[in-house]
């Protein structure tokens, strides 16, 4: 069977290429396939397995879906299968790694992984099925949950853990937040704003103390009666369209 093997980073660069057609035995798995890579290139040697298993911090996506979420080294491969190979992200400028979980409602994960691929993103597979994205300089996985936001409103809330050098991710989640703003997205319960379009509640809302006692003096003093009685439903004057308006008239009694 074949597969297609893509590479990131300083693995592309031990490559020689980003992306390389292979051919392998039927119902192998991943960590064979691993184990291939590192027997042909001489500088993968120890940077993808340790003991047979994957090597911290290193991401290995089977069809964009991370292997470590499925059966790791024993996940099982077809034909046409794409393996895509990132390794841990380095920090630069001295800065250390630092892993940020952001939450956005009101968009959902395949907009988000959307969203990532037009920020300079990859990813193996339709936008719908995909759960992690990976930059030269920074990887998101992606996972989804439906939310109650006000009353018996649900809204899907998409939580993204970043993982980067901190200047890399503060430029790479201010410009994903202004894409999911623009959608009518905003800021979920996991960092601890809100955010997004907002829309008035329509209808009928009630008197104001202070606009009660307003009509209430106007009532009394058109019609000259005291007491505790409230005073009818003011109507409105506005004439209708083609007709005059008419005013009320007050009844003395």
């Known amino acids: 069977m074949e597969l297609t093997l893509k590479f990131f980073a300083t693995f592309r660069e031990a490559v020689g290429s980003k992306t390389v057609d292979r051919e392998f035995a039927d119902a192998s798995t991943v960590g064979e396939v691993l184990a291939a890579l590192e027997a042909e290139y001489e500088d993968l040697g120890g940077d993808l397995l340790v003991d047979g298993d994957l090597r911290p911090q290193i991401n290995v996506l089977l069809n964009g879906r991370e ?12 034909d046409g299968d794409t393996v895509a190979v990132f390794p841990p992200v380095a920090g630069g400028s001295g ?31 339709a936008d719908e099925d995909v759960t992690a994205v990976d ?35 503060d430029d790479l989640i201010g410009r994903f937040e202004q ?15 809100t955010g997004g379009r907002t829309t008035p509640t329509r209808g009928a809302t009630s008197p104001t103390p202070r606009t009660r006692r ?9 019609t000259g009666r005291t007491g505790t009685a409230a005073p009818p439903p003011t109507r409105s004057t506005t004439p209708r369209r083609g007709r005059p308006a008419t005013p009320s008239t007050a009844t003395h009694s």
Do not use: C
């Open 67 to 78: 292997v470590l979420h499925m059966e790791g080294v024993d996940t099982a491969v077809s």
């Open 95 to 125: 800065s250390a790694t630092e892993t940020r979980a952001e939450s956005f409602r009101g968009i959902s994960r395949r907009l988000a992984v959307h969203y990532l691929r037009n920020l300079g993103g990859e990813a193996d597979g």
């Open 135 to 169: 930059g030269d300089d920074w990887h998101a996985e992606l996972s989804a949950d439906t939310v109650t936001s006000a009353g018996s409103i649900t809204l899907t809330e998409v939580t993204v853990r970043f993982e980067g050098d901190p200047a890399v991710l």
């Open 179 to 193: 894409k999911a703003m623009r959608a009518g997205g905003g800021r979920g319960s996991g960092t601890g704003r």
């Open 214 to 222: 307003i009509r209430r003096t106007r009532w009394i003093r058109q």
